[in-house]
């Protein structure tokens, strides 16, 4: 432990190490989350299946009330599928992959972007996310610096490229990752590390109850479905972390480019009216810029309009 501490402090004391640091383990998280990204959404459809299944079998013969993993077990062949098993391997051929070929960034360069195996293209987005987790973390901690704040920001920051990536793909935001996210800022404003206590609680109500009148109002208006419930949690999580005054700039500044970005999608033709589009991602971005530099950029809208004088 005398070790742990003593290199932790040349770590920290130091700008360079430090900085290289951050981003190898943003790197080596960044691996981790493209796990979570790609297995999460399975792992949830393969226990609805389960519980389908369950729901089916109890209806069909109420007496039996069969145990939801014993029709899990014939519902679903995935059945042991996990962020940990099996191990990690390429998508086509099932090649598990050696120690080498499961470096982040590095082996995927001298793979050349092809499975050893079967030849196969390996997404580019494997790298991607790796890089982009690593220079998000780099910022973070650039930020700032060697503090209790930046251990936190990294670990909401890691979420969030998690969360973002996932509601891209399938218009999801897994509970497993925002609520305990959404309870890491709450337990955070006892020490009032980004909000305090009071302004973290009534910023995660608020959050949470803005955008349910939002898509309420909107389905009463439009019998429509505007978002997902997910959305709501995720504004009730940057309510919980950064407090309730930050929640308007943070809806301002995910609506602005989300409505911009669908306008753009509708007039190049790749989406027609009434396409479901993810506002996860939009909203992840605008928190974690809020995290970041809600202050001035809130600062710098009250100068340029006048406001503040």
């Known amino acids: 432990?005398?070790?742990?501490?003593?290199?932790?402090?040349?770590?920290?004391?130091?700008?360079?190490?430090?900085?290289?640091?951050?981003?190898?383990?943003?790197?080596?998280?960044?691996?981790?989350?493209?796990?979570?990204?790609?297995?999460?959404?399975?792992?949830?459809?393969?226990?609805?299946?389960?519980?389908?299944?369950?729901?089916?079998?109890?209806?069909?013969?109420?007496?039996?009330?069969?145990?939801?993993?014993?029709?899990?077990?014939?519902?679903?062949?995935?059945?042991?599928?996990?962020?940990?098993?099996?191990?990690?391997?390429?998508?086509?051929?099932?090649?598990?992959?050696?120690?080498?070929?499961?470096?982040?960034?590095?082996?995927?360069?001298?793979?050349?972007?092809?499975?050893?195996?079967?030849?196969?293209?390996?997404?580019?987005?494997?790298?991607?996310?790796?890089?982009?987790?690593?220079?998000?973390?780099?910022?973070?901690?650039?930020?700032?610096?060697?503090?209790?704040?930046?251990?936190?920001?990294?670990?909401?920051?890691?979420?969030?490229?998690?969360?973002?990536?996932?509601?891209?793909?399938?218009?999801?935001?897994?509970?497993?990752?925002?609520?305990?996210?959404?309870?890491?800022?709450l337990l955070l404003s006892l020490w009032d590390v980004f909000a305090d206590s009071q302004a973290a609680i009534l910023g995660a109500a608020a959050g949470y109850l803005s955008l349910w009148l939002v898509f309420h109002a909107f389905r009463l208006l439009t019998g429509k479905d505007g978002m997902g419930h997910g959305d709501f949690k995720l504004l009730a999580l940057f309510g919980a972390w950064m407090g309730w005054q930050t929640l308007a700039q943070i809806i301002v500044l995910s609506a602005v480019p989300g409505a911009l970005f669908g306008i753009a999608l509708l007039l190049t033709g790749r989406a027609e009216r009434g396409t479901p589009l993810p506002f996860g991602p939009f909203l992840a971005i605008s928190g974690w810029v809020n995290l970041l530099w809600g202050p001035d950029i809130a600062a710098a809208y009250l100068g340029w309009s006048g406001l503040g004088a």
Do not use: K
Not at 29 to 42: A, C, D, E, K, M
Not at 97 to 108: F, G
Not at 158 to 178: E, K, N, S
């Open 1 to 185: 432990m005398q070790f742990i501490g003593t290199l932790l402090d040349a770590i920290t004391a130091t700008p360079g190490l430090l900085f290289v640091t951050v981003l190898l383990l943003g790197l080596i998280v960044g691996s981790f989350l493209n796990v979570v990204i790609l297995r999460l959404p399975r792992i949830m459809e393969q226990e609805w299946r389960r519980e389908c299944a369950a729901l089916a079998a109890a209806e069909a013969d109420p007496a039996a009330n069969p145990a939801p993993e014993a029709v899990g077990a014939d519902a679903s062949a995935t059945a042991t599928l996990s962020l940990a098993h099996p191990a990690s391997h390429c998508p086509h051929c099932g090649h598990r992959l050696r120690p080498w070929e499961n470096i982040p960034v590095l082996s995927w360069l001298l793979l050349r972007g092809r499975c050893s195996a079967c030849s196969r293209a390996i997404s580019w987005r494997y790298p991607a996310v790796e890089v982009f987790t690593a220079l998000l973390s780099l910022l973070v901690v650039w930020h700032f610096g060697p503090t209790a704040q930046a251990a936190a920001a990294l670990v909401l920051t890691w979420g969030l490229v998690a969360l973002a990536v996932i509601d891209a793909d399938t218009q999801l935001l897994p509970d497993d990752l925002t609520l305990p996210l959404l309870w890491l800022g």
